[in-house]
Protein backbone atom coordinates (compact mmCIF):
# COMPACT_ATOMS: atom_id res chain seq x y z
CA UNK A 1 0.00 0.00 0.00
CA UNK A 2 2.73 2.74 1.19
CA UNK A 3 4.45 1.20 -2.56
CA UNK A 4 1.41 2.06 -4.33
CA UNK A 5 1.55 5.78 -2.68
CA UNK A 6 5.11 6.52 -3.33
CA UNK A 7 4.68 5.68 -7.24
CA UNK A 8 1.49 7.66 -7.51
CA UNK A 9 3.02 10.53 -5.85
CA UNK A 10 4.00 12.23 -9.60
CA UNK A 11 0.21 12.17 -10.89
CA UNK A 12 -1.34 13.86 -7.24
CA UNK A 13 -2.06 17.39 -6.90
CA UNK A 14 0.56 19.69 -4.95
CA UNK A 15 -2.00 19.97 -1.73
CA UNK A 16 -2.45 15.77 -1.95
CA UNK A 17 1.13 15.32 -2.35
CA UNK A 18 1.70 16.90 1.08
CA UNK A 19 -0.38 14.21 2.84
CA UNK A 20 0.91 11.17 0.91
CA UNK A 21 4.14 12.49 2.24
CA UNK A 22 2.33 12.91 5.91
CA UNK A 23 1.53 9.07 5.47
CA UNK A 24 4.90 8.02 4.07
CA UNK A 25 6.44 9.64 6.96
CA UNK A 26 4.75 8.10 9.63
CA UNK A 27 1.86 5.55 8.45
CA UNK A 28 0.41 4.24 12.18
CA UNK A 29 0.39 7.86 13.34
CA UNK A 30 -1.77 8.61 10.36
CA UNK A 31 -3.76 5.56 10.59
CA UNK A 32 -4.93 6.72 14.01
CA UNK A 33 -5.21 10.67 14.11
CA UNK A 34 -8.58 12.49 13.76
CA UNK A 35 -9.09 14.34 10.17
CA UNK A 36 -8.45 17.32 11.90
CA UNK A 37 -5.23 16.49 13.23
CA UNK A 38 -4.13 14.93 9.63
CA UNK A 39 -5.48 18.24 8.01
CA UNK A 40 -3.09 20.71 10.02
CA UNK A 41 0.13 18.30 9.99
CA UNK A 42 0.09 18.46 6.42
CA UNK A 43 -1.19 22.06 6.26
CA UNK A 44 -4.05 21.19 3.47
CA UNK A 45 -8.44 21.69 4.30
CA UNK A 46 -10.06 18.27 5.89
CA UNK A 47 -11.72 17.69 2.24
CA UNK A 48 -8.14 17.31 0.72
CA UNK A 49 -7.25 14.24 3.09
CA UNK A 50 -10.84 13.07 1.92
CA UNK A 51 -10.11 13.74 -1.45
CA UNK A 52 -6.83 12.26 -1.16
CA UNK A 53 -7.97 8.78 -0.04
CA UNK A 54 -10.53 8.45 -2.63
CA UNK A 55 -7.77 9.35 -5.43
CA UNK A 56 -6.15 6.10 -3.66
CA UNK A 57 -9.03 4.57 -4.69
CA UNK A 58 -10.93 4.20 -1.34
CA UNK A 59 -14.51 4.80 -0.26
CA UNK A 60 -13.15 7.74 2.29
CA UNK A 61 -10.17 8.66 5.36
CA UNK A 62 -12.17 5.57 7.52
CA UNK A 63 -11.95 2.65 4.66
CA UNK A 64 -8.15 4.45 3.97
CA UNK A 65 -7.23 4.21 7.28
CA UNK A 66 -8.91 0.95 8.02
CA UNK A 67 -6.82 -0.60 5.28
CA UNK A 68 -3.71 1.27 6.22
CA UNK A 69 -3.80 0.02 9.75
CA UNK A 70 -3.76 -3.17 8.57
CA UNK A 71 -1.21 -2.88 6.21
CA UNK A 72 1.50 -2.05 8.70
CA UNK A 73 0.35 -4.44 11.60
CA UNK A 74 3.49 -6.51 10.76
CA UNK A 75 5.59 -4.08 12.23
CA UNK A 76 3.23 -3.32 15.81
CA UNK A 77 3.94 -5.81 18.60
CA UNK A 78 -0.10 -5.49 19.24
CA UNK A 79 -2.81 -4.42 17.88
CA UNK A 80 -6.82 -4.53 19.18
CA UNK A 81 -8.80 -2.28 17.47
CA UNK A 82 -12.65 -2.76 18.19
CA UNK A 83 -15.17 -3.71 16.61
CA UNK A 84 -18.25 -1.12 16.91
CA UNK A 85 -21.84 -1.94 16.52
CA UNK A 86 -22.30 0.46 13.28
CA UNK A 87 -19.19 -1.05 11.48
CA UNK A 88 -19.83 -2.77 8.01
CA UNK A 89 -19.45 -6.46 7.54
CA UNK A 90 -16.37 -5.37 5.19
CA UNK A 91 -14.89 -3.25 8.57
CA UNK A 92 -15.54 -6.22 10.84
CA UNK A 93 -14.08 -8.92 8.57
CA UNK A 94 -10.77 -6.71 8.15
CA UNK A 95 -10.45 -6.09 12.47
CA UNK A 96 -11.15 -9.61 13.10
CA UNK A 97 -8.59 -10.98 10.60
CA UNK A 98 -5.91 -7.93 11.94
CA UNK A 99 -6.47 -8.70 15.56
CA UNK A 100 -6.08 -12.44 14.83
CA UNK A 101 -2.90 -11.85 12.58
CA UNK A 102 -1.32 -9.23 15.15
CA UNK A 103 -1.53 -11.53 18.14
CA UNK A 104 0.05 -14.55 15.91
CA UNK A 105 3.09 -12.15 14.54
CA UNK A 106 3.31 -11.26 18.70
CA UNK A 107 3.58 -14.88 19.26
CA UNK A 108 6.46 -15.51 16.88
CA UNK A 109 8.75 -12.61 17.51
CA UNK A 110 8.43 -13.50 21.40
CA UNK A 111 8.20 -16.74 21.67
CA UNK A 112 11.29 -18.92 22.66
CA UNK A 113 11.97 -22.19 20.99
CA UNK A 114 13.60 -24.01 24.24
CA UNK A 115 10.37 -23.97 25.82
CA UNK A 116 9.02 -25.48 22.52
CA UNK A 117 11.59 -27.61 22.40
CA UNK A 118 11.16 -29.00 26.31
CA UNK A 119 7.47 -29.60 25.59
CA UNK A 120 8.15 -31.29 22.41
CA UNK A 121 10.64 -33.56 23.94
CA UNK A 122 8.49 -34.48 26.97
CA UNK A 123 4.84 -35.62 24.74
CA UNK A 124 7.67 -37.51 22.36
CA UNK A 125 9.49 -39.43 25.64
CA UNK A 126 5.78 -39.95 27.02
CA UNK A 127 5.06 -41.57 23.92
CA UNK A 128 7.74 -43.72 23.29
CA UNK A 129 7.64 -44.98 26.68
CA UNK A 130 3.98 -45.93 26.52
CA UNK A 131 2.86 -43.95 29.17
CA UNK A 132 -0.09 -41.15 28.82
CA UNK A 133 -0.73 -37.79 27.35
CA UNK A 134 -3.74 -35.77 28.56
CA UNK A 135 -5.27 -32.12 27.37
CA UNK A 136 -7.00 -30.07 29.94
CA UNK A 137 -8.52 -27.03 29.26
CA UNK A 138 -11.86 -25.11 30.52
CA UNK A 139 -14.22 -23.13 28.30
CA UNK A 140 -13.45 -22.07 25.41
CA UNK A 141 -9.47 -23.25 25.95
CA UNK A 142 -11.82 -27.07 26.46
CA UNK A 143 -12.28 -26.69 23.14
CA UNK A 144 -8.60 -26.27 22.26
CA UNK A 145 -7.64 -29.44 24.33
CA UNK A 146 -10.50 -31.87 22.26
CA UNK A 147 -8.55 -29.93 19.31
CA UNK A 148 -5.37 -30.85 20.35
CA UNK A 149 -6.59 -34.40 21.25
CA UNK A 150 -7.79 -34.67 17.42
CA UNK A 151 -4.28 -32.84 16.43
CA UNK A 152 -2.22 -35.63 18.04
CA UNK A 153 -4.25 -38.88 17.39
CA UNK A 154 -3.74 -37.55 13.16
CA UNK A 155 -0.56 -38.18 14.00
CA UNK A 156 -0.95 -41.91 15.60
CA UNK A 157 -0.30 -40.49 18.93
CA UNK A 158 -3.60 -41.17 21.28
CA UNK A 159 -4.16 -39.56 24.27
CA UNK A 160 -6.84 -38.00 27.00
CA UNK A 161 -8.67 -34.61 26.91
CA UNK A 162 -10.93 -33.11 29.09
CA UNK A 163 -12.90 -30.12 29.79
CA UNK A 164 -14.58 -30.90 32.95
CA UNK A 165 -13.19 -29.50 36.61
CA UNK A 166 -14.05 -32.80 38.08
CA UNK A 167 -12.64 -35.26 35.33
CA UNK A 168 -9.47 -33.25 35.49
CA UNK A 169 -8.21 -33.43 39.36
CA UNK A 170 -9.65 -37.38 39.48
CA UNK A 171 -6.95 -38.05 36.19
CA UNK A 172 -4.57 -35.93 37.38
CA UNK A 173 -4.67 -38.17 40.73
CA UNK A 174 -4.09 -41.60 38.54
CA UNK A 175 -0.91 -39.90 36.57
CA UNK A 176 2.60 -40.92 37.43
CA UNK A 177 5.89 -40.42 36.79
CA UNK A 178 6.78 -39.92 32.69
CA UNK A 179 3.13 -39.27 32.32
CA UNK A 180 2.79 -36.02 30.57
CA UNK A 181 -0.44 -33.40 30.84
CA UNK A 182 -0.76 -30.11 28.33
CA UNK A 183 -2.73 -27.47 30.33
CA UNK A 184 -4.61 -24.90 28.02
CA UNK A 185 -5.96 -21.75 30.02
CA UNK A 186 -5.91 -17.44 28.75
CA UNK A 187 -5.70 -16.10 32.46
CA UNK A 188 -4.05 -19.20 33.73
CA UNK A 189 -6.05 -19.01 37.20
CA UNK A 190 -8.78 -21.25 36.89
CA UNK A 191 -9.00 -23.22 40.04
CA UNK A 192 -9.51 -26.97 38.93
CA UNK A 193 -6.43 -26.61 36.40
CA UNK A 194 -4.70 -25.27 39.24
CA UNK A 195 -5.55 -27.96 41.26
CA UNK A 196 -4.85 -30.56 38.32
CA UNK A 197 -1.09 -29.62 37.59
CA UNK A 198 -0.78 -29.40 41.43
CA UNK A 199 -1.47 -33.08 41.97
CA UNK A 200 0.68 -33.75 38.67
CA UNK A 201 3.30 -32.51 39.44
CA UNK A 202 3.88 -34.23 42.58
CA UNK A 203 2.73 -37.31 41.62
CA UNK A 204 5.79 -37.11 39.45
CA UNK A 205 3.76 -36.27 36.00
CA UNK A 206 5.20 -33.92 33.65
CA UNK A 207 3.46 -30.38 33.51
CA UNK A 208 3.11 -28.18 30.12
CA UNK A 209 1.43 -24.58 30.15
CA UNK A 210 0.00 -22.97 27.51
CA UNK A 211 -1.07 -19.94 29.13
CA UNK A 212 -0.40 -15.89 30.13
CA UNK A 213 3.20 -15.11 31.02
CA UNK A 214 3.37 -14.37 34.93
CA UNK A 215 0.13 -16.50 35.87
CA UNK A 216 -0.59 -18.62 38.51
CA UNK A 217 -0.67 -21.41 36.33
CA UNK A 218 2.93 -20.75 34.16
CA UNK A 219 4.36 -20.75 37.72
CA UNK A 220 2.96 -24.31 38.22
CA UNK A 221 3.76 -26.20 35.99
CA UNK A 222 7.74 -27.18 34.97
CA UNK A 223 7.26 -25.72 30.93
CA UNK A 224 5.71 -22.40 30.38
CA UNK A 225 4.28 -21.99 26.84
CA UNK A 226 3.74 -18.31 26.62
CA UNK A 227 0.21 -17.61 25.27
CA UNK A 228 0.20 -13.43 25.85
CA UNK A 229 -3.16 -11.91 24.60
CA UNK A 230 -4.99 -9.06 26.32
CA UNK A 231 -8.68 -10.49 25.54
CA UNK A 232 -11.34 -8.16 25.48
CA UNK A 233 -14.34 -8.75 27.44
CA UNK A 234 -16.81 -6.75 25.59
CA UNK A 235 -19.89 -7.22 23.91
CA UNK A 236 -17.99 -7.35 19.92
CA UNK A 237 -14.60 -8.73 21.43
CA UNK A 238 -13.03 -11.45 18.72
CA UNK A 239 -12.14 -14.48 20.67
CA UNK A 240 -8.27 -14.56 19.55
CA UNK A 241 -6.75 -16.23 22.45
CA UNK A 242 -8.52 -19.65 21.26
CA UNK A 243 -6.82 -19.48 17.85
CA UNK A 244 -3.39 -18.36 19.69
CA UNK A 245 -3.77 -21.66 21.54
CA UNK A 246 -4.51 -23.73 18.74
CA UNK A 247 -1.61 -22.06 16.95
CA UNK A 248 0.92 -23.25 19.48
CA UNK A 249 -0.64 -26.78 19.70
CA UNK A 250 0.24 -26.80 16.08
CA UNK A 251 3.76 -26.19 16.59
CA UNK A 252 3.84 -28.33 19.05
CA UNK A 253 2.59 -31.40 17.39
CA UNK A 254 4.54 -30.91 14.26
CA UNK A 255 7.46 -30.84 17.03
CA UNK A 256 6.77 -33.93 17.81
CA UNK A 257 6.18 -35.54 15.11
CA UNK A 258 9.96 -34.92 13.45
CA UNK A 259 10.98 -35.93 16.48
CA UNK A 260 9.38 -39.35 16.22
CA UNK A 261 9.88 -39.62 12.71
CA UNK A 262 9.97 -43.08 11.56
CA UNK A 263 7.87 -44.44 14.01
CA UNK A 264 4.68 -43.23 13.13
CA UNK A 265 4.89 -43.65 8.86
CA UNK A 266 3.57 -46.46 9.08
CA UNK A 267 0.94 -46.10 11.40
CA UNK A 268 0.12 -42.74 9.51
CA UNK A 269 0.05 -44.39 6.04
CA UNK A 270 -2.40 -47.33 7.08
CA UNK A 271 -4.80 -44.77 9.18
CA UNK A 272 -4.77 -42.53 5.39
CA UNK A 273 -5.76 -45.57 3.51
CA UNK A 274 -8.49 -46.61 5.89
CA UNK A 275 -10.44 -43.05 5.67
CA UNK A 276 -9.65 -43.05 2.12
CA UNK A 277 -11.44 -46.77 1.33
CA UNK A 278 -14.40 -45.54 3.58
CA UNK A 279 -14.74 -42.33 1.89
CA UNK A 280 -14.84 -43.40 -1.19
CA UNK A 281 -16.80 -46.38 -1.28
Same mark, same amino acid.
Given at each position: ?16 ? %? +? ?29 ? +? %? ?37 ? /???? +????? =? ?7 ? %? ?20 ? &? ?8 ? =? ?12 ? %? ?7 ? /? ?11 ? !?? !? ?6 ? =? ?15 ? =? &? ?26 ? &? ?49
Amino acid at each position: MLDRITASLPSLAPAEQ %R +VARLVLADARAFAHLPVRELAARAHVSKPTV +V %RFCRSMGYDGLADFKLKLAGSVSEGVPFIHRSVDSDDKT /SDVM +VKVVD =NAVAAFLQY %RNAATTSAIEQAAGAIAATWQT &GKRIEFYGAG =NSGIVALDAQHKFF %RLGITSLAT /SDGHMQVMSATLL !GK !GDCIVIIS =NSGRTRDLMDAADIARK =N &GATTIAITASGSPLASACQIHLAADHPE &GYDRYSPMVSRLLHLLIIDVLATCVALRIGPALQPALEQMKNNLRAKRYT
